[in-house]
């Protein structure tokens, strides 16, 4: 850049700063318009909240891939996170909030995304990150779909009602997400296929065992962080 003029240097700063999170905005516009083509056309409010809920996710990766800053990604978080507990007082998100369920899953949501930032942007590992909220997104939002629709083997735990088709479909989506995503960082190691079947476990079991959305926080938590400590573990 040492022979950019002044005035290009400054609009080259202005475009890195600001394309990111346009790309961002223009992400989740995108999602929130295909939710709302298909209310329209008749698909039920669990439909378009799961397109949501899955295509919503997906900023981890624009994040990952535009290299976004930590602190940049923390506080979309925090106004998300403020945005989701003003909504379940005042009607912002009717969309997403409307299911007819007590759950501060929205919230847990926005701050599943920030902690993780938190933790593994500065580790330079953001691959982890991309993993918790993918199985979250994916996993979870599959097996709710898949339980709905096809559970025939019903169990609860804590009062919750739960299938067995669901908890399947989490399994297998979490360990495909898992081990999707650390094949392309890290190849096809040992500690890889390890790592992801035991991630792909403990996200069917905190998904099992939530209450009131919780799980849209210990799900990409617990799972990013038994794979990250088990890969550490493995690769030694």
């Known amino acids: 850049m040492g022979d950019t003029p002044p005035g290009c240097?400054?609009?080259?700063?202005?475009?890195?700063?600001?394309?990111?999170?346009?790309?961002?905005?223009?992400?989740?516009?995108?999602?929130g318009g295909l939710s709302e083509a298909l209310r329209r056309l008749g698909y039920g409010a669990e439909i378009t909240r799961k397109v949501v809920h899955i295509g919503a996710g997906h900023?981890?990766?624009?994040?990952?891939?535009?290299?976004?800053?930590?602190?940049?990604?923390?506080?979309a978080?925090?106004?998300?996170?403020?945005?989701a507990l003003l909504?379940?007082?005042y009607p912002l998100l009717p969309g997403i909030n409307s299911v007819g369920r007590k759950s501060l899953g929205t919230f847990f949501y926005a701050m599943s995304i920030g902690l993780l930032i938190f933790w593994f942007w500065p580790l330079q590992q953001q691959q982890y990150a991309a993993i918790g909220i993918l199985t979250m997104t994916w996993?979870?939002?599959l097996a709710a779909l898949v339980g709905q629709q096809w559970g025939q083997r019903p169990y609860q735990i804590w009062g919750e009602k739960k299938s067995w088709e669901g908890s399947l479909t989490m399994l297998v989506v979490s360990y495909v997400v898992c081990?999707?995503?650390?094949?392309?960082?890290?190849?096809?190691?040992?500690?890889?296929?390890?790592?992801?079947?035991?991630?792909a476990i403990a996200a069917t079991v905190l998904?099992?065992?939530?209450?009131?959305?919780?799980?849209?926080?210990?799900?990409?938590?617990?799972?990013a962080a038994v794979c990250f400590w088990l890969g550490q573990f493995l690769s030694r």
């Open 9 to 31: 240097r400054f609009g080259l700063i202005l475009a890195s700063f600001f394309f990111p999170p346009t790309v961002v905005l223009g992400w989740l516009a995108l999602v």
């Open 77 to 83: 978080s925090v106004l998300c996170s403020i945005v």
């Open 139 to 141: 996993g979870d939002g």
């Open 207 to 223: 998904e099992s065992a939530s209450k009131y959305g919780i799980d849209n926080l210990s799900v990409p938590l617990g799972t």
């Open 87 to 89: 909504s379940y007082r």
């Open 59 to 75: 900023v981890i990766l624009i994040a990952w891939w535009l290299a976004i800053p930590a602190w940049q990604g923390i506080l």
């Open 179 to 199: 081990a999707g995503i650390l094949f392309i960082t890290q190849g096809a190691e040992g500690a890889t296929w390890w790592a992801a079947a035991v991630g």
